[in-house]
C-alpha cells in the first residue's frame, strides 16, 4: 500500500488549497477513505471521511461547509478541497486507509 499526498503550501486567510492523495497497492475503489491532519503540538485529527464510491462523507464540525472530500476512483485518488481557509487550519495532512498512512503534506494559512 502506497498513500502519496500534494498540494500542501503557504496560503493566506481566505484562500483556497487542493490536496491530492494518490494510491496505490490496493483496490482503490473497495476502501473508504480518510483525511487527517495534526498541527504543531496537537494530536492528530479526523478531518473527513469518504466512503468507496465516494456517496457518503462526514467531517469534522470545525471543517464543515468549508472542505470537501471527493474522488475519483478510476484515478485512485482522493481529494480535500479547502476554502475559506484559517490560521487554525495549519497541520500536516494525511490519508489513511484500513491503517496505512501517506507522509503528509504541510498546509499553513498564514498573512
Known amino acids: 500500500v502506497q498513500l502519496v499526498e500534494s498540494g500542501g503550501g503557504l496560503v493566506q486567510p481566505g484562500g483556497s488549497l487542493r490536496l491530492s492523495c494518490a494510491a496505490s497497492?490496493?483496490?482503490?475503489s473497495s476502501w473508504s477513505m480518510r483525511w487527517y491532519r495534526q498541527a504543531p503540538g496537537k494530536e492528530r485529527e479526523l478531518v473527513a471521511s469518504i466512503d468507496n464510491g465516494g456517496t457518503i462523507t462526514n467531517y469534522a464540525d470545525s471543517v464543515k461547509g468549508r472542505f470537501t472530500i471527493s474522488r475519483d476512483n478510476a484515478k485512485n485518488t482522493a481529494y480535500l478541497q479547502m476554502n475559506d481557509l484559517k490560521a487554525e487550519d495549519t497541520a500536516v495532512y494525511t490519508c489513511n486507509v484500513f491503517g496505512h498512512w501517506g507522509q503528509g503534506t504541510k498546509v499553513t494559512v498564514s498573512s
Open positions: 497497492g490496493f483496490t482503490f
